[in-house]
């Protein structure tokens, strides 16, 4: 692909210009799941910790739906303002609009996986064996990057022509947080509750991402197909309307 | 055999009356089917065709269309009717240094603004040296471009977008780069390039640069072509106008 150099370039600005200024640099992808999980993990480990399922340590448990959720909500954030970022460009020079979301959600994606070394460690601190699933991670974070793509694709153009949508995107990913089973486990949920936050993809994601890397989490087969396809849908979907409205968009940047 | 061949093209953006773009007023306006949409036409059935060589200046004034015309040869813009076919590798210089960032090193620039005209990285990579020496800002290369001037932005994004061969190059203003000594080096460079059998299209209100280049001149104004036909008398008529 003619445009593959391009992106390759697009995901090392992206991973590394965040930290440019920085003493540690790329070291901050290491330490910031694990800051956050630590302050989860002070607030809510006396709540919920006594209470996962099968033996389940608690902070791998949450670092697990750290990571997840990062990924997810600056994902979607980054790739859906990307377009609109580099409206100078693409009012310009013809590169297909698209690489930019997609160049986004491949550094999200490489930064979810350079996580997987904090969470091995942690695993390891509080005493819970990496399973040999491990390596299906690979899977669930392909997966989430699709999602992401396909909503951030949709989204890029709703943020460049109402600029009401990124307010409400924010108050959205925000109640996204809290129903997904982060830092509670499932269970302590009614039944009722239990599918309303069965409801939410991101839910199905984050139980197959932690069945793969414990030992002691299951996890239904409903979810695989939950989770395979709603990344689909959202790539067909977005990169499909993206598409049909962009020549309408450009005109706006 | 034309690089350039543009036919009957339109272009016609929507514009909202009062530039609102809040969901509320859009729903408040459907509701009461205010007609609040307006087609603002800034170009209308423009035709004409650039050959090997060949360079074509547009004059106009502000809002004439003229940048609007050179996005369309850009393929930004998709005109909303006609067509427009440009052959070969395009070098847009229409706003120059577009898609550097602040915080990358000039040659990380030099690479990226490559990459996104399409050149390939690897002879980029061997040819930075070469190009920020032609901008004379060899010294700065590794350091990020914030700490460069303005106009040794300028002189490095015109370096990079003229290093290779294009075959058709558009120009908006940017021959006005620099210090003198530059300039007359970069228009020695844009003057190799229309040699080397480039189509040019140049947007420009300097009318001595017109005369200079252009083999061909086109006059917009509102969105029309007014007059075609050679400098000498286009510019003539538009300056007498």
Request: charged fraction near 15%; hydrophobic fraction near 50%.
């Amino acid at each position: 692909m003619k445009y593959a150099q391009l992106i390759r370039l697009l995901v090392n600005r992206e991973l590394t210009l965040r930290y440019k200024r920085s003493v540690i640099g790329i070291g901050w992808t290491l330490l910031n799941p694990v800051l956050t999980s630590a302050v989860l993990w002070v607030i809510f480990s006396f709540v919920f910790a006594a209470r996962l399922p099968g033996q389940q340590q608690f902070a791998p448990y949450l670092m697990a739906g750290v990571l997840l959720t990062t990924f997810f909500n600056q994902g979607v954030l980054a790739s859906a303002e990307s377009i609109a970022h580099n409206g100078a460009v693409l009012s310009k020079i013809y590169v297909p609009p698209q690489i930019f979301p997609i160049a986004t959600s491949i550094a999200g994606l490489l930064n979810f996986f350079i996580g997987m070394i904090p969470l091995a460690l942690v695993c390891a601190i509080s005493g819970q064996m990496l399973s040999w699933k491990f390596p299906l991670v690979v899977l669930v974070g392909l997966c989430l990057a699709l999602l992401v793509a396909g909503i951030g694709l949709v989204l890029s153009i709703l943020f460049i022509r109402f600029d009401d949508t990124r307010n409400i995107v924010n108050v959205f990913l925000m109640i996204l947080i809290y129903v997904t089973p982060v830092f509670y486990p499932l269970t302590i949920l009614g039944p009722k509750l239990q599918v309303i936050i069965q409801l939410n993809p991101l839910t199905s994601y984050l139980e197959i991402f932690r069945w793969a890397f414990s030992n002691n989490a299951v996890v239904n087969w409903v979810d695989w197909v939950y989770m395979f396809s709603t990344s689909l849908i959202s790539i067909a979907v977005g990169s499909r309307l993206f598409r049909k409205y962009w020549p309408r968009t450009v005109a706006m940047l | 055999m034309s690089v350039i061949e543009v036919k009957n093209i339109n272009v016609t953006y929507r514009v909202l009356m009062n530039k609102s773009s809040s969901i509320k007023e859009l729903i408040r306006d459907a509701i009461k089917r205010k007609a609040r949409v307006i087609d603002y036409i800034a170009l209308q059935d423009v035709s004409f065709t650039v050959d090997k060589g060949e360079v074509v200046a547009i004059l106009g004034r502000n809002g004439a269309g003229k940048s609007t015309l050179l996005k369309v040869l850009a393929g930004v813009l998709p005109p909303t009717r006609g067509t427009s076919k440009v052959g070969g590798k395009i070098a847009p210089m229409i706003e120059l240094g577009a898609g550097f960032h602040p915080e990358m090193t000039g040659a990380e620039n030099v690479l990226f603004y490559s990459a996104l005209m399409g050149r390939e990285v690897k002879g980029v990579k061997e040819r930075t040296p070469a190009i920020g020496e032609w901008a004379g800002v060899t010294d700065h290369m590794d350091f990020p471009l914030r700490t460069f001037s303005s106009g040794m932005v300028a002189r490095l994004a015109f370096a990079t977008a003229t290093d290779q061969h294009s075959d058709v190059l558009l120009v908006d203003e940017v021959l006005s780069v620099g210090d003198s000594d530059f300039q007359a080096k970069s228009k020695a460079r844009i003057q190799e390039i229309i040699n080397n059998g480039a189509a040019v299209v140049l947007v420009s209100h300097d009318m001595r640069a017109v005369l200079e280049l252009a083999t061909r001149a086109i006059w917009l104004e509102n969105g029309h072509v007014k007059m075609i036909g050679n400098p000498e008398e286009v510019v003539a008529a538009y300056e007498a106008n």
